[in-house]
């Protein structure tokens, strides 16, 4: 079991450039499926998602080049085969891969999705979406069969009761080569949902609306070839500026695009923290006092759930009680155990974290339980006196592409070990 060893305390400072969106790329991978040629991705990150994703891709017959952050895949022999378990079960996003499937063949044999444990996090909108276009459903053993029974999916006018990012995606990914009109109401938002809209319309879908609450899309026959560039991930820059305002002592984090940031930016600046916004970059000063604030997250625009514990070291370095309400995730809270070890005032309370400030932190022996979890005990850790040894670091490097050179070029004493 690998850990990640932080020796805590160190200024950082220089620069540090986000790379392409994980919640976009592991959707565009699944949605080449359709193509009836060649794809290519560029700004691709180095996260082990990418690699379960590939490594899935190769084992349904689609022939794949991987060169840094170019990634090249050829569709064209992948077959309609049941989707590997294992594999599956590794990483939440596989749901996308009914929807590729779904589209191209009609059926899809997958095993059910894994992910971080966040709580529930069922998938009945993407199912529900899939039966709207005539899909029916049935369970053979641990996976799922979806199959239209030789008929081609089609288009269907789909509410989806709750916002979600994935049912979006799926639903659009599965409709681009449906037969007619699909129309998604309340769809979500989120920058990674125009960029696979943007993937698929350069493929000769067409979509319009992505990025707004109503979607449309009219269903075409052939998706070609095309080539791609991925949207900087706005979770990756949140978590970098969050830990430049913690301990940076000038930190400039590139390849962000501001307007995907803006109620993460607000909530820095009403915690009084200094930043220049540029085309492309977010220069953060060194910071004295902060301000304690609270966050409610909601889907986007509103503050993303995803940033909520990433930003929590930070929060534990201002002045004052704070609060946090996750209300897509209410049990994403399992960071708040392990802050409190290394010496953080921090609890839950029914559905809220409360926090007070500000906290010098201890390193300690600390789990990561989850993806961003993790990303808040590496910043925790950094801020600390002493050292911080993190454990179940897997899910670190499901989502933070090269995080260790990344932080080691600031100047952090931070490396991973074989651990027993
Ligand atoms: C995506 C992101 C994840 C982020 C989340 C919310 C990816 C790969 N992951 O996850 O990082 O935290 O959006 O921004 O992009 N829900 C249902 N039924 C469904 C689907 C969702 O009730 O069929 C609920 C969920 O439990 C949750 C809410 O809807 O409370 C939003 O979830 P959703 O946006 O679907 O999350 P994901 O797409 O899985």
Redesign the pocket.
């Known amino acids: 079991m690998r850990k990640i060893i932080i020796n805590g305390g160190r200024p950082l400072k220089g620069e540090v450039a986000v790379s392409g969106a994980k ?1 976009s790329v ?2 565009l991978i699944p949605a080449i499926i359709l193509a009836d040629d060649v794809v290519t991705l560029d700004g691709v990150p180095a996260i082990s998602d990418v690699e379960s994703l590939i490594d899935i891709m190769t084992l349904m017959g689609a022939s794949v080049d991987h060169d840094g952050e170019t990634l090249t895949i050829d569709p064209r022999g992948v077959k309609d085969i049941p989707m590997p378990y294992g594999k599956i079960n590794s990483l ?2 596989s749901y996308y891969f009914y929807g590729g499937l779904l589209g191209r063949f009609g059926q899809a044999v997958v095993g059910l999705p894994g992910g971080c444990d966040l709580g ?7 199912l529900k979406a899939f039966e709207a276009m005539g899909a029916s459903i049935s369970y053979e053993g641990e996976a799922m069969r979806l199959s239209t029974k030789g008929q081609p999916l089609k288009g269907a006018h789909i509410y989806m009761d ?6 979006t995606i799926n639903t659009m990914i599965a409709a681009s080569r449906a037969k007619g009109r699909t129309v998604i109401e309340n769809a ?1 938002r ?1 920058p ?1 949902i125009i960029d696979v809209a943007t993937l698929l319309n350069n493929m000769g879908a067409h979509i319009r609306g992505a990025g707004t609450d109503i979607i449309t899309i009219e269903g075409v026959e052939k998706l070609h070839g095309t080539r791609h560039q991925v949207i900087p991930d706005r979770i990756e820059a949140g978590s970098y500026i969050a830990i430049a305002a913690a301990i940076g002592e000038g930190i400039k984090v590139t390849n962000v695009l501001y307007e995907h940031l803006e109620s993460f930016i607000s909530k820095l600046e009403e915690m009084g923290v200094r930043m220049t916004v540029d085309e492309d970059s977010i220069f953060v000063e060194k910071q004295d006092k902060l301000k304690a604030v609270s966050i409610k997250t909601s ?1 986007y625009p509103g503050f ?3 940033l909520q514990q990433p930003i929590t070291p930070l929060l534990l370095k201002a002045e004052g009680r704070g609060n946090i309400r996750d209300t ?2 209410e049990k994403r809270i399992n960071h708040v155990a392990e802050l409190a070890r290394m010496g953080a005032h921090i609890s839950v309370l029914g559905s809220q974290i409360i926090y007070d400030g500000p906290n010098d932190l201890t390193g300690a022996a600390v789990k990561a339980t989850d993806l961003r979890a993790g990303a808040a005990l590496v910043t925790a850790g950094l801020m600390a006196k002493g050292t911080t040894e993190i454990s179940n670091i897997e899910f670190i490097l499901r989502g933070y592409s090269d995080i260790i050179e990344k932080l080691r070029n600031l100047g952090a004493d931070i490396k991973i070990i074989e651990g027993d």
Do not use: K, Q
Request: net charge negative; hydrophobic share 40%; glycine share 4%.
């Open positions: 919640n592991v959707a939440r996003a529930p996090r069922p998938i009945d909108l993407h709750t916002v979600s990012v994935g049912a979500a989120e990674e889907p993303a759930t995803d897509i995730y």
